[in-house]
């Protein structure tokens, strides 16, 4: 790792962990969290969940998993350029996906509303709720028992409510303190990599076409450019090199707005980023601008697709069933899951039990939810 400037998180300054441990030999306090986020159930779940296209839609589109991997690997470069702690980036990267049910958005959508009398639900929040107590692979505590600073990098957002019954972890919500510079790298990298692999796996789905993403700025610019140097590329490399290149671009300007921030607010330390009246980590108002233009592009040809928009129909619908089947009847969970829902249950009531649940159908991956939904209304499938 490259020298650490004096506005990064160090390991020395680290509010340690939950759990009380040793130091880890041969390695930092954030590598040990990376490790162990890698090493995590949860984690290996993300090969089969959703990005945008449902698992068992094609081999070649980007899953969960491989997001996360592109997002950590952004977020590297870039922590690596302004001197922030590229492990800390990496961890937070890593883990920031882990509590996002099976389908993508549209499955938190229909478990929040199916959870709506209980509190919500919302994948952020079970992202730290897994590293903190659904993980079981220690013998001395639940959970993956992270670093604060990961953990804190982890919660990208959260209310008021739900803040106040966080304790430590909540406090920046409650004092409206900025993220951590590295947890603000990773928010960028997350979106670089998903709005560009986005229009790479638009365009590869037939959903968009190039036609259409050369009214978007960013991609014509570069479109342009690859075409002029390499008039007889193919369309699949052609594409490949334009989205590497708008990567490239956002990359480069990110970084130069935000060292321009750094420079004019010369933060001498990581809670002097924290204590800024807005975030830190910032695009230059023109690059602002065409990321909108992108976004807006996906949302309206990609995302609001009529091939997406029925996928994300059906997933309702079996995220919806499921979670009404089991509160009806807990004897159809697992045997393990139906006792915690029982005791729950009885300690606590249907709000216990709702989140017991919830836990269950956000731990799957896309084809178990389809499976168990098979299971419990195909009338073939007996068990």
Do not use: W
């Amino acid at each position: 790792m490259s020298e650490l400037a004096p506005y990064a998180t160090s390991n020395a300054s680290s509010r340690g962990r939950r759990h009380p441990e040793a130091p880890p030999n041969n390695r930092s306090e954030f590598q040990r969290d990376r490790d162990r986020i890698v090493h995590s159930a949860a984690f290996r779940r993300l090969e089969y969940k959703t990005q945008v296209f449902v698992n068992h839609e094609g081999d070649m589109f980007r899953t969960r998993l491989t997001h996360s991997l592109e997002v950590a690997q952004i977020g590297r470069t870039i922590a690596r350029a302004l001197q922030a702690n590229e492990e800390l980036t990496e961890a937070i990267s890593l883990a920031h996906d882990l509590g996002h049910t099976p389908f993508g958005h549209a499955g938190q959508d229909a478990l929040n509303d199916c959870m709506r009398d209980y509190g919500g639900f919302e994948h952020n929040l079970q992202s730290l709720r897994i590293v903190d107590h659904l993980e079981e692979k220690y013998a001395e505590f639940n959970g993956l028992n992270l670093t604060f600073e990961t953990r804190e990098g982890i919660l990208k957002h959260c209310s008021v409510k739900n803040a106040q019954q966080l304790g430590d972890i909540g406090e920046r919500f409650l004092k409206k303190q900025q993220p951590g510079l590295e947890a603000q790298i990773a928010n960028f990298a997350d979106e670089i990599a998903y709005n560009n692999h986005d229009v790479d796996d638009g365009l590869r789905a037939g959903l968009l076409s190039i036609e259409q993403m050369r009214e978007v700025d960013l991609f014509n610019q570069q479109y342009e450019e690859v075409m002029q140097q390499y008039p007889a590329i193919s369309e699949r490399r052609a594409i490949h090199e334009i989205i590497r290149r708008m990567i490239n671009r956002q990359i480069t300007d990110f970084l130069a707005a935000t060292s321009a921030q750094i420079k004019s607010v010369n933060p001498a330390c990581a809670d002097d980023i924290k204590q800024l009246p807005a975030p830190i980590a910032v695009y230059s108002d023109e690059m602002q601008g065409k990321t909108r233009q992108l976004k807006k592009t996906l949302r309206t040809s990609l995302y609001q697709h009529y091939r997406v928009h029925r996928m994300s129909t059906k997933a309702k619908l079996v995220i919806k069933s499921l979670f009404q089947a089991f509160m009806d009847d807990i004897r159809l969970l697992p045997t393990d899951t139906c006792k915690n829902a029982s005791i729950e249950y009885n300690a606590s009531g249907d709000g216990a039990r709702a989140v017991v649940i919830a836990d269950y159908i956000a731990g799957m991956t896309d084809r178990y939810a389809i499976r168990e939904y098979e299971r419990i209304f195909d009338p073939i499938k007996l068990t």
